[in-house]
T-cell receptor, first 117, second 113 residues
Framework: NAGVMQNPRHLVRRRGQEARLRCSPM?????VYWYRQLPEEGLKFMVY????????ESGMPKERFSAEFPKEGPSILRIQQVVRGDSAAYFC???????????????FGDGTRLSIL | DQQVKQNSPSLSVQEGRISILNCDYT??????FLWYKKYPAEGPTFLIS?????DKNEDGRFTVFLNKSAKHLSLHIVPSQPGDSAVYFC????????????FGKGTLLTVNP
């Protein structure tokens, strides 16, 4: 499967615990985006990364959330001290480049459903 | 503020007829628009896109129309098939915004056999 791979598909955490969501982009893609979808809402942009660089984190909450895309391995979205409001579907998308005008559409993984007890 | 709006939460059509999904946007800086289709428990799948320099783009059964003056776009599916039943998201990209997508809330399309 050459698509965007996210794991785990489902993650249950208790309030105060940490959640780690992983994303492996499509082969040949070097740009990773994270989006969050709350119930009954559209997807909202969180962060855009390239290898070893955070390019745009304007959609990330200021506290408890962080993201990385190391030289080797998947991109990680980390949520510390989770609260009930963090319950959502988290989607990762990748693209081969950041061509002006978005001529390369982003390809999405199937998401991680995070539930906070 | 909702910069991309899909005002119809749901739409039901008969198989073989045309499905028209609508999307409005408020930000004139958007210059590229995309439609994604999403099945339950799956990620969005890219369908079709259109640049702001065009007013129409067609791909098989799918056609997207853009009316820049009205800040409105629509997705036409002809003929509709039961397998088209899904949530359809309209998304927009602003020039110079790192290509991040701004999504509408989606429209649930149900195609009845």
């Amino acid at each position: 499967n050459a698509g965007v791979m996210q794991n785990p598909r489902h993650l249950v955490r208790r309030r105060g615990q940490e959640a780690r969501l992983r994303c492996s982009p499509m082969k040949g893609h070097s740009h990773v985006y994270w989006y969050r979808q709350l119930p009954e809402e559209g997807l909202k942009f969180m962060v855009y990364l390239q290898k070893e660089n955070i390019i745009d984190e304007s959609g990330m909450p200021k506290e408890r959330f962080s993201a990385e895309f190391p030289k080797e391995g998947p991109s990680i979205l980390r949520i510390q001290q989770v609260v009930r409001g963090d319950s959502a579907a988290y989607f990762c998308a990748s693209s081969p480049s950041g061509d002006e005008g978005g001529r390369q559409p982003q390809h999405f993984g199937d998401g991680t459903r995070l539930s906070i007890l | 503020d909702q910069q991309v709006k899909q005002n119809s939460p749901s739409l039901s059509v008969q198989e073989g007829r045309i499905s028209i999904l609508n999307c409005d946007y408020t930000n004139s800086m958007f210059d590229y628009f995309l439609w994604y289709k999403k099945y339950p428990a799956e990620g969005p799948t890219f369908l079709i896109s259109i640049s702001s320099i065009k007013d129409k783009n067609e791909d098989g059964r799918f056609t997207v129309f853009l009316n820049k003056s009205a800040k409105h776009l629509s997705l036409h599916i002809v003929p509709s098939q039961p397998g088209d039943s899904a949530v359809y998201f309209c998304a927009a990209v602003k020039r110079g915004s790192n290509y991040k997508l701004t999504f509408g809330k989606g429209t649930l399309l149900t195609v009845n056999p």
